[in-house]
């Protein structure tokens, strides 16, 4: 393995995030586990597995993630990796789905953004990257697909899909929901049911060095390492149907 001076951060992310893939998918497959016990085991067993990789390879970096208590000094740090090792643990937990992803991404207040990012997609066997940044597959004949919450499709999503004509595809995670528009899975993704800072911020660096368009519902930016870790509404989409979606969706459309 490179020393750590030698592996830039996307690299670093890619390795985290393929880290945390490493230990989620033997504990599932084991079977030994089920359904809350599973969920909560692969929560601990992966946010120890990125621990351990940012303590080795940025051991000066701050951490900010849904499964570690929140320290306030992140706030005035210059470098602060943004994760969430198990997005979609009820996906994760079920067996069966491949809907759920592995999330680390690296903000930097010289940039006041996020600069690096991996997904994790372990039950693909994927990981996605800010750098190289995936290539988004072109629009497929048919209509154009919406995905949303398996559970709780929001009426914003159903107002964009009728802007465009388009169909719902309902999947898991916001993670993958994120990447099933940069896979070409689905052309739009949009979302107003709540999620905090982690759910979305590796996902959304992948999807804009993909070259998609990311913003919240009024079409603000997305702002990252703030106080408040609730970032609650996103739409992704192809840059040619931002306006369109942004129109449909914007509060008091």
Known sequence: MPAATELTDVQVAALA????????????????????????????????????VLAQHRPGDAVFSEEAVDDPARLSADRVWIVDPLDGTREYRSGDRRDWAVHVALWERDAGDLTAAAVGLP??????????????????????RVTVSRSRPPAEARAAAEALGAVLVPLGSAGYKTLAVVR??????????????????????????????????????????????????????????????????????
């Open 17 to 52: 995030a393929r880290a945390a893939a490493d230990v989620l998918l033997p504990l599932r497959e084991a079977g030994e586990l089920h359904e809350a016990t599973l969920g909560d085991a692969g929560d601990a067993a992966a946010q120890r597995a990125i621990a351990a």
């Open 123 to 144: 039950a693909y066997g994927e990981v996605l990257t800010t750098s190289p940044a995936p290539v988004v597959p072109p629009v497929p004949e048919g209509p154009l």
């Open 184 to 253: 070409g899975e689905a052309d739009a993704y949009v979302h107003a049911g709540g999620m905090y800072q982690w759910d979305s911020a590796a996902p959304v660096a992948v999807a804009r060095a993909a070259g998609l368009f990311t913003s919240r519902l009024d079409g603000s930016p997305l702002v990252y390492n703030t106080a408040e870790a609730w970032l609650p509404d996103l739409v992704v989409c192809r840059p040619e149907l931002a306006g369109r979606v942004l129109a449909a969706v914007r509060p008091g459309a």
